[in-house]
């Protein structure tokens, strides 16, 4: 898969994890592991490309003695999610198309 468009796809998938409530690392890798399999090292870096486009932020809390880090999806977020779901209608068209001939020639 092109690595730019995956890039785009799991930054939507971190930003979907979050959407409903505040979420932390671990869980986050762990909502998305059903569908997306993603590792601590590839999703760190995107908490932190997120926070930095201000998609979502970020908050330290104790739990069991220790900090850790909350992440909340900001109104951006929630935009960034409904323009993937608008392209995403075009990109269904796009594999359509590249897909039709291969049905015609198997149907």
């Not at 890039?7 to 909502?31: H, P, Q």
């Not at 601590?40 to 900090?67: F, K, M, Q, W």
Request: net charge negative; hydrophobic share 35%.
């Amino acid at each position: 898969m092109d690595v730019q468009l995956k890039r785009g796809l799991l930054d939507v998938c971190v930003l979907a994890a979050i959407k409903n409530e505040d979420s932390y690392g671990y869980r986050i890798i762990k909502d998305i592991k059903p569908y997306v399999d993603i590792s601590e090292s590839t999703l760190y870096p995107i908490l932190r490309r997120l926070e930095t486009a201000e998609l979502l932020t970020v908050r330290s809390a104790e739990h069991n003695g220790r900090l850790r880090k909350y992440y909340r999806i900001t109104d951006a977020g929630l935009e960034r999610i409904e323009d993937f779901k608008s392209e995403w209608a075009e990109i269904m068209s796009i594999y359509s198309f590249v897909t039709k001939e291969e049905t015609a020639n198997h149907g």
